[in-house]
Nanobody, 127 residues
């Protein structure tokens, strides 16, 4: 299993930017699909972005054009660059890795495809 630790969350004003990092250990992430999810208070966890092991990326409609997922396989780290932040982006953000490496899954955005999760990092956007 992959161990994941997120960092980079914080308090930012609307319109601002943050970059989240997810440091992986235990396995190299180069063969894993990696993703970001978020959960706001009182809401279900929702998909944000994913980057497959073969390079495809997917975004939730609500963040498309504002967020960018990327990875540095040499550093075994995944990033989420968040720009033009809105108060509705306030949530705990979780990094996750697909259950199995080098596997083409039916829906890379589906949380059920992810088997390793970080502890989360809080992002708060003030209006």
């Amino acid at each position: 299993q992959v161990q994941l630790v997120e960092s980079g969350g914080g308090l930012v004003q609307a319109g601002g930017s943050l970059r989240l990092s997810c440091a992986a250990s235990g396995r190299t992430i180069s063969g894993y699909g990696m993703g970001w999810f978020r959960q706001a208070p009182g809401k279900e966890r929702e998909f944000v972005a994913t980057n497959t092991w073969f390079g495809s990326t997917y975004y939730a409609e609500s963040v498309k054009g504002r967020f960018t997922i990327s990875r540095d396989n040499a550093k075994n780290t995944v990033y989420l660059e968040m720009n033009s932040l809105k108060p509705e982006d306030t949530a705990v953000y979780y990094c996750a890795a697909h259950r199995r490496p080098q596997t083409v899954v039916a829906d890379p955005r589906n949380a059920a495809e992810f088997g390793s999760w970080g502890q989360g990092t809080q992002v708060t956007v003030s209006s």
